[in-house]
């Protein structure tokens, strides 16, 4: 999508082993998302930030941490990774303060844990 | 939990019919969404309503919110074979969070 994309699209990694996803935006906004889209759960949240270096939590932030050190990058580490963390992982930016903002969407990443 | 749920889950129309969705939410909120996906790709938002409207709309798009109810519909009018994607209702909250529903598939046959 225009302005914003994540790397890698798709990612295979065993157990155990560390995971991080990039988030990249060329607009400038200043809260940035991750959610993760599991059958049969729709998307949650897992970590947002809404500036350089703030971030909070989401509603399944176990297992994940998050980091913000420029506007335009916003980084998913998935610390140790487990078989339940296997899911498409997507980033959203949001401009805010205009008159019908909506959430703009990367393309997202699979990620696969085995 | 989720916030935003769809109803019904899944709905198949012919081209030209109309589809209407229904969501739900339990909290109060700033704003409720709407979005559609595509197989495979990422949301694209479609519209936003406030919590003080009751209506809007865009283009085939016509959307209600009644927050007494703490509901919404999506109306989506003469649709089209490329309307054939899941929808999503999302809610916004005081801390500038969207959640979402579970997401309703719609197929247009042609």
């Known amino acids: 999508d225009a302005g914003i994309t994540q790397s890698p699209r798709h990612k295979v990694t065993e157990t155990g082993t560390p995971v991080t996803l990039r988030c990249h935006q060329t607009e400038n906004h200043r809260y940035m998302y991750w959610y993760r889209q599991d059958p049969g759960h729709g998307l949650r949240l897992i970590h947002y930030s809404y500036g350089v270096k703030d971030t909070d939590k989401g509603e399944v932030s176990d297992g994940y941490s998050v980091s913000r050190s420029k506007t335009e990058d916003f980084l998913l580490t998935l610390e140790s990774a487990t078989s339940s963390q296997t899911s498409v992982y997507f980033c959203a930016i949001s401009p805010r303060g205009q008159d019908n903002y909506g959430y703009t969407f990367g393309s997202g990443t699979r990620l696969t844990v085995v | 939990s989720q916030q935003g749920e769809e109803d019904p889950q899944a709905l198949s129309i012919q081209e030209g019919e109309n589809a209407t969705m229904n969501c739900s939410y339990k909290t109060s909120i700033n704003n409720l969404q709407w979005y559609r996906q595509n197989s495979g790709r990422g949301l694209v938002h479609l519209i936003l309503?406030?919590?003080?409207?009751r209506e809007k709309h865009s283009g085939r798009l016509r959307v209600t919110l009644d927050t007494s109810k703490k509901s919404s519909s999506l109306l989506i009018t003469a649709s089209r074979a490329a309307d054939t994607a899941s929808y999503f209702c999302?809610?916004?909250?005081?801390?500038?969070?969207?959640?979402f529903g579970k997401g309703n598939q719609v197929v247009v046959i042609p």
């Open positions: 309503i406030r919590s003080n409207e």
């Open positions: 999302a809610t916004e909250d005081g801390n500038n969070r969207l959640a």
